[in-house]
Antibody, heavy 117, light 108 residues
Framework: EVQLLESGGGLVQPGGSLRLSCAAS????????LSWVRQAPGKGLEWVSA????????FYADFVRGRFTISRDNSKNTMYLQMNSLSAEDTAVYYC??????????WGQGTLVTVSS | ESVLTQSPGTLSLSPGERATLSCRAS???????LAWYQQKPGQAPRLLIY???TRATGIPDRFSGSGSGTDFTLTISRLEPEDFAVYYC?????????FGQGTKVEIK
């Protein structure tokens, strides 16, 4: 059974940094691309970033490029999202997802990031 | 960047009725790489349809997807009580893999 467990969310001040983790199990981790998708309170889904499985290619939404960095450690079956220069607009639940091709198929339950002073 | 526009914003229907949701892309979606998701309050999204018209594993056949190019439709043939939720479309053929803003299907 595919399982994805996000962690690392919490309260951070504007301008601060946070690193999210997504621990995976139930599949051959290195063979699949993974994504981060976020959802601000009461709002819709926003695609944030994606990373390929093998040769590591990364992709970002314009609103996070240069501030967020996606990475993965295939030896630990874990994906990360390093988030810097956070603002209130980054407040959201952050979901990780296992992709088939570039299609998010399986989703974790999300971790809440709150940016506030 | 392809922008996805969903309509209507809210659909008020009764159980047993047919729901028709629209997703229009500002650019042609390559290979019809268009997906539909269902999301209920407090839950993660669930994949319903991919490649515009293929049902995901375990999705009931009352859900169907159609369309190509820039115009796509999700149809729920007869609404069940558990179908009242928010529905999102997403293209995944190129980056950024944007979502539509969502359509809420609510009980009339």
């Amino acid at each position: 059974e595919v399982q994805l467990l996000e962690s690392g969310g919490g309260l951070v001040q504007p301008g601060g940094s946070l690193r999210l983790s997504c621990a995976a199990s139930g599949f051959t981790f290195s063979a699949y691309a993974l994504s981060w998708v976020r959802q601000a309170p009461g709002k819709g889904l926003e695609w944030v970033s994606a990373i390929s499985g093998g040769t590591v290619n990364t992709f970002y939404a314009d609103f996070v490029r240069g501030r967020f960095t996606i990475s993965r450690d295939n030896s630990k079956n874990t994906m990360y999202l390093q988030m810097n220069s956070l603002s209130a607009e980054d407040t959201a639940v952050y979901y990780c997802a296992k992709d088939h091709g570039w299609l998010p198929v399986y989703w974790g339950q999300g971790t809440l990031v709150t940016v506030s002073s | 960047e392809s922008v996805l526009t969903q309509s209507p914003g809210t659909l008020s229907l009764s159980p047993g009725e047919r729901a028709t949701l629209s997703c229009r892309a500002s650019q042609s979606v390559s290979n019809n790489y268009l997906a539909w998701y269902q999301q209920k309050p407090g839950q993660a999204p669930r994949l319903l349809i991919y490649d515009a018209s293929t049902r995901a594993t375990g999705i009931p056949d009352r859900f169907s997807g159609s369309g190509s190019g820039t115009d796509f439709t999700l149809t729920i043939s007869r609404l069940e009580p558990e179908d009242f939720a928010v529905y999102y479309c997403q293209h995944y053929g190129s980056s950024p893999r944007t979502f539509g803003q969502g359509t809420k299907v609510e009980i009339k």
